[in-house]
């Protein structure tokens, strides 16, 4: 299964990320509902901000919106080796 976001329910039962017990997305509508933009915005700047650029790219597959990656995903730059 991809490395997908595990938020704490009991924390916070309404996340948009939760995930049923075979790793189906429950709140789908949610993210399937935004346009291109507003989930580049959820994604960068909102509820998925703290998530690591693998979950972004896992999410962003589930949903079908592979063709964010590059407007959402950081690239990490490395320092040149001396």
Do not use: C
């Amino acid at each position: 299964m991809p490395d997908y976001y595990k938020p704490d329910l009991g924390a916070e039962p309404n996340n948009p990320f939760a995930r049923d017990q075979d790793g189906k997305l429950v709140r789908r509508a949610y993210w399937l509902d935004m346009l291109d933009s507003s989930v580049v915005l959820a994604l960068t700047r909102g509820v998925g901000l703290h998530l690591t650029n693998e979950e972004k790219r896992a999410h962003l597959a589930d949903i079908h919106r592979d063709q964010l990656v590059d407007d959402i995903v950081v690239q990490e730059i490395l320092p040149p080796e001396h």
